[in-house]
């Protein structure tokens, strides 16, 4: 049995797709897990809400970060 192009492309997509889905879940997960033990003292989530900057700056940081590690070790 041959495989098309179409349906090689539409299998890649979905894999891709599934990937970056669990990069994601695991990220934030990640985020969650140094928010709760590494920065106990503070709360990011309120400082955010009070309009710190570099604290909403800080947190994407590092949700950048643990996304990037994630993806490159899935791949």
């Known amino acids: ?3 098309s192009s179409i ?3 539409l299998t890649f997509l979905g894999i891709n797709l599934l990937y970056a889905l ?3 879940l695991v990220s934030v997960f990640a985020l969650v897990i140094i928010d709760k033990y590494v920065f106990t003292k503070i709360d990011f989530i309120e400082e955010i809400k009070k309009g710190n900057i570099a604290a ?3 947190q994407s940081t590092i949700l950048i970060f ?3 590690v994630v993806a490159v070790s899935m791949s």
């Open 66 to 68: 643990i996304g990037l």
């Open 56 to 58: 909403s700056i800080f």
């Open 7 to 9: 349906q090689q492309t």
């Open 1 to 3: 049995m041959e495989i």
């Open 22 to 24: 669990v990069t994601l």
